[in-house]
Structure formats: C-alpha cells, structure tokens
C-alpha cells in the first residue's frame, strides 16, 4: 500500500527550507525553545549544523557540546553570539559565536543579525534561524529563501480556506474523471477529454502541496488537516499516471515520469491552456478533438485485488481497453497471470464500471 500523500509529498522535498520547518512546527523542542526566546523579548541567531563548513565561519564564543533543551537555548540567547545546533538539534555545539559569513554575499535584510543569517544560509547549505529582539518575529533561511513563521491561528485559518477550495477542485475532478471513463467505454475520447483530466488532476495537486507546506509548519497543529488531506488526496496520483500511462505516445526517452514531470513544471498560465497541457501527451497532430484510443490501465486498476503485473500482461496481449473489453474469458485466461477467477473478476469488473459510468453520465 502507497504511503499517505502528505507522506509522498515531504519525501519528494529535500530542500533545507522544509527540514527546518520541520523542526521548528509547533510541538518540537526548538519550536519551544524558539517561543521562550520570543516571549522574553531577546533575539537570537541559531544555525542547525555544526559540520566543518560551519565552523569555519565561526571564530570566538565557546564549546559546550550540551544536550539541548529549550531551557538552555533561551538562556544562551541572553547573550549576543549566534547558537550553533547539531543538525538534528539533539545537541548545542557552541554558543556566543561570532559568525564570518563571505562579506560578499548578497543579502537584501538591514539589520545586523537578519544580515548575517542571510549570507550564512546562501553561502554554507544550512538553515538558519533568526529571532527579531524588536519585532518577535521569526525567520527561516535556507539557500536563497527566507521564511517567516507566522501565528498559528491566521495559519489554521488560511490552511482551512485551502482545504475548502481543494473540496470543491477535487469534486469537479472527479466529474471529469467519470466523464472520462464513460467516453473511454464508448470508445469516443478526444485529447481534449483526456488534458482536462491531466488539467483538474495537477491542480487540485498544486493545492494539495500548498497545504502540506501548512501541515508541515503548523506541526502538532495540523493533524486533523492532515487527515482531511489525505483522505481528500486518496488515488489522486495513481490516477495521474494511469491517465499518463493510458494515453502517452512514447518517443524515444520520453516516458510516463517524463510527462508527468513536463506537466508539473508547467506554469500557471500554462496549465490553463489544454493545448499545453495536451501536449505532454506526444500525440501527433496537436488537435484537441483528435479521437485516441486508451490502453486500459486505469480502468483495469479499478477492477478490485488485480495486481499492476496483471494488468501490464492484459494491456500488452490486447493492446487497448475495446479489445480487452470485448475478450472473453477464454481469452483472458490464455493471459500470463490470468487464471480462471481472475478473468471473470476482469470480465464482470469492466461489465459494471461501464454501467455505473454511463448511468453516472446521463443521470
């Protein structure tokens, strides 16, 4: 079974800036430490890392390597110096350091610590933190980014609106899914049918991510929105690349995680345009209304305790879902995989898919 999809979306992100959201979500003990240092009106400048990169740039302050609490790093935050944190925060390395970052980085902040935190980040491949003394705000650097935490309330309230506008984009995904389907069994599909379902699909994940971006900063916060998430997000992605796999005329090196990864480097203006988005596809010719004919992967993996080995043999035996629809069961049997049970399970699975999907159409 696939792991959750806000699960899939984090390990696809490797970037600093979402390792360090990560560990400063509310409920973690540099968060905690992090709101001390707030609510006693300091500031502070902390670097998770204290590998050899690092330490080059530090010069003075002293060696504590002191198992971390939050305790400890309001308290060293009394003094001017930056904190230097073991990169899984288990741990405060050193404390009053001066850091020396490459004077000629840029950097567009003005005060003294932003700055630093700044030509740290985009210098050295680590987060940095910084706690304004005058404002109580917080900032996260990773590379080029720089990422403010903002309240948890006004959080939770934009992650809600975001949840109810993916509601409403993953209903009208799935109307135009079952749209698809049903032209599927008609045999009458047009690349227009099918890039408005790739169209719907990477929007509502577009949405999806933005949320999760929440989730992983609200932390402990978040996990009632993280369970609406998911629920929302179920087989989204499968049914991406089945729709892919479906339809995609293969050319050369151009493969399903080619189109998939051509579709979601599109932009938003771009994404708008079915033209576009059909073009992922490789389908010669460029007219929307052009007729093309699934393989049957999609529906196929609607058919219940069918293995994705199976379904590959059926698809290559047959070639397209009319052909597999109109196989009988004899013939599916002669299929690499296929017994007995499993050709009937194919037979009357299509049989009822194809009912509920042209009764859903006209009802």
Not at 44 to 62: K, Q, R, T
Not at 164 to 185: C, F, I, K
Not at 193 to 198: E, F, G, P
Not at 235 to 264: I, K, P, T
Request: net charge negative; with cysteine.
């Amino acid at each position: 079974m696939p792991p959750p999809y806000t699960a899939r979306v984090v390990l696809r992100r490797t970037g600093n800036l979402f390792q360090a959201l990560a560990a400063v979500a509310p409920g973690t003990p540099l968060r905690e430490g992090l709101d001390r240092i707030v609510k006693a009106k300091m500031g502070a400048l902390v670097v998770v890392g204290d590998g050899p990169d690092v330490l080059n740039i530090c010069s003075g302050g002293f060696l504590l390597d002191a198992q971390y609490t939050a305790q400890r790093l309001s308290e060293l935050a009394k003094m001017d110096g930056a904190i230097i944190l073991a990169s899984d925060c288990s741990r405060i390395a050193r404390a009053n350091v001066h850091l020396v970052p490459n004077p000629n980085v840029p950097t567009s902040e003005t005060g003294t610590r932003h700055r630093t935190a700044e030509r740290v980040a985009r210098s050295i491949d680590v987060p940095v933190i910084s706690v304004s003394e005058d404002m109580g705000v917080i900032a996260v650097y990773a590379g080029n980014i720089k990422h403010v935490l903002e309240e948890i309330p006004r959080l939770l309230n934009r992650a809600n609106q975001a949840l109810q506008t993916l509601e409403r984009y993953r209903a009208r995904l799935d109307e135009v899914a079952a749209g698809l389907s049903a032209l599927e069994m008609e045999d009458v599909v047009t690349v227009r049918d099918v890039a408005t379902v790739l169209q719907r699909n990477e929007m509502v994940r577009r949405i999806a991510e933005e949320i999760d971006t929440y989730v992983i900063e609200l932390g402990v916060d978040a996990r009632l929105i993280k369970l609406q998430l998911d629920e929302l997000m179920a087989d989204c992605e499968d049914e991406r690349y089945d729709v892919m796999h479906d339809y995609l005329v293969s050319m050369d090196a151009w493969s399903v995680e080619s189109g998939l990864a051509a579709l979601q480097g599109l932009d938003t203006d771009e994404l708008l345009d079915l033209r576009i988005v059909a073009a992922v596809l490789h389908v010669p010719g460029g007219d929307l209304d052009r007729p093309v004919q699934p393989k049957g992967y999609r529906l196929l993996a609607k058919v219940p305790r069918l293995p994705e080995g199976v379904i590959d043999h059926v698809v290559e035996r047959f070639g397209n879902l009319q052909k597999i629809m109109r196989a009988t069961v004899p013939d599916l049997i002669d299929v690499e995989g296929v017994g007995d049970v499993r050709a009937r399970a194919i037979k009357e699975g299509l049989s009822r898919l194809a009912e509920t999907s042209i009764l859903d159409r006209f009802s």
